[in-house]
């Protein structure tokens, strides 16, 4: 009984390694009904009193379940953004929606270009995956 439930705890064991593994930085934001990706590069945050940059920030972005609303996890203490709406634009690529001169974002599955400014906070993002 005890080889049972070792081999049972190495299959599971593998099989968990599988699925993480089977994620794939060929995902693709605009083509997938659940998306979820980390982005690496410069990343900032601007506000009255923080002043935020690093050249080797993460960017976690998932899909949530609206389908066109994505939230955007930031490192180094830089607040999150939640609920942006996205159209998709071409085959691979999204962005925002009502974009314009203090509001773009740009996504694909290889590539997070951001300059979000709201209630005198500025975020930028120029990373890759």
Known sequence: MKNAFKILGALMLLFTFMSISSCS????????????GTYKGSISYKDNDNDIATD?????????ASGTKYNFRFSNGIPDLNGL?????????LVMVNSSALVY??????ELKML?????????????R
């Open 25 to 36: 930085n060929d995902d693709d934001p605009a083509d997938n009904d659940f998306f979820a």
């Open 85 to 93: 709406e996205f159209q998709k634009q071409g085959d691979n690529t």
């Open 56 to 64: 080797n920030g993460e960017v976690f972005v998932t899909k949530i």
């Open 105 to 110: 974002v740009r996504i694909d599955n290889n």
């Open 116 to 128: 979000y400014t709201a209630d005198g906070k500025t975020w930028r993002a120029n990373c890759t």
